[in-house]
């Protein structure tokens, strides 16, 4: 994957977060080791390449690993980040109407 491709992906992860005023917090990994070692050691076996490390973006919610773009972007188009993310969907979103709808 190129770094335009991942440079983009981070960029839709972020647009998203913020235009639904969902707090996060970005860490860098190409300026900080620390932060690359951390999301390394905190991604799953199963979860990582079949070599190399694991490419960003990747998301956690504190230390529990989310997943990758991909989890995200399937998470976003079947209206359910909020569960995706672990967090409440809040009321009026087309995710908390879904499962109103699935609950009914």
Do not use: C
């Amino acid at each position: 994957m190129g770094h335009l491709q991942i440079k983009k992906q981070q960029q839709d992860v972020l647009g998203f977060l913020e235009a639904n005023k969902i707090e996060f917090e970005e860490k860098d990994i190409a300026a900080n080791e620390e932060n690359r070692k951390w999301m390394r050691e905190n991604v799953p076996e199963d979860s990582r390449p079949a070599s190399g490390n694991p490419l960003p973006p990747r998301l956690f919610n504190d230390s529990r690993y989310l997943g990758d773009y991909e989890a995200f972007f399937e998470a976003r188009e079947n209206n359910a980040v909020y569960a995706f993310l672990g967090l409440t969907a809040p009321p009026g979103s087309k995710e908390a109407e879904a499962l109103a709808k699935q609950q009914a």
